[in-house]
C-alpha cells in the first residue's frame, strides 16, 4: 500500500500548531480544517505519527469521504471502501459516530448502516457470514458534517496525550497535548531557561523537557495500529530506534518548575522520573512572591487557577495582581499565561502583545503573551 491519507485531529485552536508538527516529520500534501489535519503518507507515516506528535489528540487513517444525504447512500458508499484490505477476519470493529447539521442526524442508526456495510465487505473478502470479533481492535467513526460522510479507523487507541507518565492524579489536570503546544507556541528553546511557577503536577515543565531533548512523546507507550497485521512489527521496531537515535542525550535544559503545594510537587517529581526527564526539571518548593531569577532572556509559562469555583475568585484575582507585580522583575524575560479569566489583563496590568484563543477540556481560554526583548546575537546568529 503506497500511499494512504491520514488525520491527525487537534483541539480547536491547535490546528496550525499540529500541521507545523506534521510538516516536520515531512509530509507536506496537507490540508488544514477545523480540527483536524489531513495529510497523505505511506504506512510508516501512523507509526512516525503516533510517535512524533506532541499536540494532536489522535491518528486516523482515513478511508474515505462522500455526501451522503440517505441510509442507502450511506451504505453502499461504505460498503464501497477497502475495508477488506485493512481488516482480517478476526478483528474487532466498533462503529462510533457523530452527526453536525446533517439530514442523517440518528448516530446509532449510522452507526448500525455502516457497521453493516463494513461486514458485508468482509463477507465477500473472507468467505464467511460471522465475525468473531476476538482479534485486534479497529476503531470506526462515521462522522457526518453538513451531508458529508467521513470514515475513519482510530490508529491510536488511547488519546496521544496519554504519555504513560502521569500515573498520580492531581487537582485540574492540564492535558500534555495542550502542555506541549503551550510550550512550542512560546519563544522558549533548549538554550533558555524556563520556570512555570505554578507547576503543579508538573505537567509543562515534563513536556519542555521532552522537546527540549528531542524526546517523541509517544515512546513510552502502545498503540492499537500495533497489533494490526498490515503494520509489521518491524515498522514500529524501525521507528523507535530511529527515535531513540534522535535523542539529545548530552543537552542540559535549565527548566524549573515550583509550587506552594508541597506534596503535588512530589507528584511532579514522581512524574519526571517516569518521563526519564527528572534530572532536566529542578522542581522547588515556594511562593510565587518568591520568584527571582539571575539569568537573562528566559520564559515563564504557567496555567494559573481560573477562579471557577464559588469563593475562589478573590483569590484568583490577588494572584494575578501578584504575577504582575513579580513578573515585572524579570524585565528582560518573556511570559505565557492561560487562563479563562476575562479580566485577567486589568488585573496583571498590562496587555498582552499577543492573545491565542484555546480550549482547556471544555473551558474556553486565551493564551496570554508577553514578549521580553531579544537576546543578543550569540555566534552571528540572533536567537528568538
Known sequence: MDKIELIATATFGLEAVVAREVRELGYEDLTVENGKVTFGADLAAVCRANLWLRTADRVLVKMGGFQALTFDELFERTKALPWDEWLPADAEFPVQGKSVKSKLFSVPDCQAI?????VEKLKARHRCAWFPETGPRYTIEVALLKDEATLTIDTSGAGL?????????????????????????????PDRPLVDP???????????????????????????????????????????????????HGRWLNITGSD??????????????????????KFEKRTLSDLRSEDRYGCVICNP????????????????????????????????????????????????????????????????????????????????
Not at 324 to 330: E, M, N, Q, T
Open 114 to 118: 455502516v457497521k453493516k456495510a463494513v
Open 305 to 384: 487557577p481560573y477562579g471557577e469555583r464559588l469563593g475562589a475568585e478573590r483569590d484568583v484575582e490577588r494572584l494575578y495582581r501578584e504575577m504582575g507585580a513579580v513578573f515585572g522583575r524579570l524585565d528582560t524575560w518573556s511570559f505565557y499565561v492561560l487562563t479563562a479569566h476575562c479580566g485577567f489583563e486589568r488585573l496583571f496590568g498590562r496587555r498582552a502583545d499577543k492573545k491565542r484563543k484555546l480550549y482547556n477540556g471544555r473551558i474556553e481560554c486565551h493564551y496570554h503573551q508577553f514578549s521580553g526583548p531579544r537576546p543578543p546575537r550569540v555566534g552571528g546568529t540572533p536567537p528568538r
Open 161 to 189: 496525550h496519554k504519555r504513560g507518565y502521569r500515573k498520580l492524579g492531581s487537582p485540574a489536570p492540564l492535558k500534555e497535548t495542550l502542555a506541549a503546544a503551550l510550550v512550542q507556541l512560546s519563544y522558549w528553546r
Open 198 to 248: 505554578l507547576c503543579g503536577s508538573g505537567t509543562i515543565p515534563i513536556e519542555a523537557a521532552f522537546i527540549g531533548m528531542n524526546i517523541a512523546p509517544g515512546l513510552g507507550r502502545k498503540f492499537a495500529a500495533e497489533e494490526w497485521p498490515l503494520l509489521p512489527a518491524a515498522l514500529w521496531k524501525e521507528a523507535r530506534v530511529a527515535a531513540r537515535h534522535l535523542i539529545a
Open 260 to 281: 506552594i503545594d508541597g506534596e503535588v510537587l512530589s507528584v511532579a517529581g514522581y512524574h519526571a522520573r517516569e518521563a526519564g526527564v527528572d534530572e532536566q526539571i
